[in-house]
C-alpha cells in the first residue's frame, strides 16, 4: 500500500501563486510516477501534471507554462508550482501514484479556488 498525503492550496486572485504538496509513504519502491489531478465541480476529474521517478515531466496543455511540477526523492515529495492562476483553475487537486504492477494510489484532495 502507498499512502499519499497532500497539502497546501486555499483561497487566492486571479493571477496568484499557490504551492501544493504530496508526501508518499508505504510501499514506495514500485512508485514510477506521481502527480495530480483535478475536479472542478460537476466536471470530470482531469490530468494536471506529472513526474517520473527519472524526472521526466508532462503536462496537461491548459496549465503549461504555468504550472511547475518537481520533486524531492529524499523526502518522497512531490510539488506543484502553480502561478498566473485562473478562476477556471478552481478545483479539487488529487495527488496520485502509479506504482508497477497495482492500481493507482489517490490522497484525500485539496481545494483551490481562485477567485476573479
Known amino acids: 500500500q502507498v499512502q499519499l498525503v497532500g497539502s497546501g492550496g486555499g483561497l487566492v486572485q486571479a493571477g496568484g501563486s499557490l504551492r501544493l504538496s504530496c508526501a508518499a509513504s508505504?510501499?514506495?519502491?514500485?512508485?514510477?510516477?506521481m502527480g495530480w489531478h483535478r475536479q472542478a465541480p460537476g466536471k470530470q476529474r482531469e490530468f494536471v501534471a506529472g513526474?517520473?521517478?527519472?524526472?521526466?515531466?508532462n503536462y496537461a496543455d491548459s496549465v503549461r507554462d504555468r504550472f511547475t511540477i518537481s520533486r524531492d526523492s529524499a523526502k518522497n515529495t512531490v510539488y506543484l508550482q502553480m502561478n498566473s492562476l485562473k478562476p477556471e483553475d478552481t478545483a479539487v487537486y488529487y495527488c496520485?501514484?502509479?506504482?508497477?504492477?497495482?492500481?493507482?494510489?489517490w490522497g484525500q484532495g485539496t481545494q483551490v479556488t481562485v477567485s476573479s
Open positions: 496520485n501514484a502509479e506504482v508497477i504492477g497495482s492500481n493507482r494510489y
Open positions: 508505504g510501499r514506495i519502491s514500485g512508485i514510477y510516477r
Open positions: 513526474i517520473t521517478t527519472g524526472g521526466s515531466t
